[in-house]
């Protein structure tokens, strides 16, 4: 709650500020002495407070260096995970520091590894952004590693993050590769992908063009009509037969 007070004056925000820090302090102890009944409820609270305050009190003024210590800590683990699932104390944590612009290099590069699906997601959306610490050829390498990721949120974040900071530069094999994502919405956004970041790219024209087809008129439609707006984009002279025959569908939102 106090994360989410309306503070006006930066003084305030440094009073909570402290108030976090020592509420953290004290039950970290607490938590060493394995007295996790008490300790966890206050650590994921003085977290969750700690997010709130970073995300609603930008203008007044930063975090103190001893917080954002202790926030890095439990983004990477490093102070133990007391979280009972994925939305658990480290992925609060994380994002309190993309808040206040907090993630360094490091905390990203471990939590890019961490076994936290949640927590690996957000690190692929602070990677693909233009506040990511790890940049050039270090960044186009951990979002290629994040398109492999076993999760499918991770790898549709890491999708959309290689078409808007790589693809112009290292291409977009990757982005066909993910066509055949097993997870409908992935194998989606990279068609989406094609159409926004690849124009120009030979291969990726006939890619669309062998999927731009009929859609059957019972079923799943989605991936037909998708690459059809993505053709249009790319090679809108391609696109002249499968608009007319789509716009004849029995299925409305592919006539749309």
Not at 5 to 30: C, F, G, I, S, W
Not at 43 to 57: S, T, W
Not at 129 to 157: H, K, M, W
Request: aromatic share 2%; proline share 6%.
């Amino acid at each position: 709650s106090l994360g989410r007070l309306p503070y006006d004056k930066p003084e305030q925000v440094a009073k909570t500020d402290e108030l976090l820090r020592n509420v953290l302090r004290l039950h970290q102890l607490r938590l060493l002495r394995k007295q996790i009944g008490a300790a966890a409820p206050a650590i994921a609270g003085a977290l969750k407070g700690a997010e709130q305050l970073g995300r609603l009190n930008p203008k007044l003024g930063p975090f103190s260096n001893e917080l954002i210590t202790t926030l890095r800590g439990h983004a990477t683990e490093r102070i133990s995970e007391v979280g009972p699932n994925d939305r658990g104390p480290a992925a609060h944590a994380f994002m309190a520091l993309i808040a206040v612009r907090g993630v360094d290099e490091d905390t990203l590069q471990v939590a890019l590894r961490m076994s936290n699906d949640a927590l690996r997601r957000l690190a692929v959306l602070t990677l693909s952004s233009g506040a990511s610490p790890i940049t050039g050829t270090d960044q186009g390498d951990a979002l290629r590693s994040a398109l492999r990721d076993r999760n499918p949120q991770v790898r549709y974040e890491a999708l959309r993050g290689y078409a808007r900071q790589q693809a112009r530069t290292d291409g977009c094999e990757p982005i066909a590769e993910a066509l055949g994502d097993e997870d409908p919405h992935v194998a989606l956004a990279a068609i989406d992908a094609l159409g926004d970041a690849c124009k120009g790219d030979e291969n990726a024209v006939l890619r669309l063009i062998g999927e731009a087809r009929t859609p059957p008129n019972v079923g799943r439609w989605q991936r037909e009509a998708h690459a059809l707006v993505a053709l249009a984009k790319v090679a809108p002279q391609q696109a002249e037969i499968p608009v007319v025959t789509q716009s004849r569908h029995q299925v409305w939102q592919v006539r749309m």
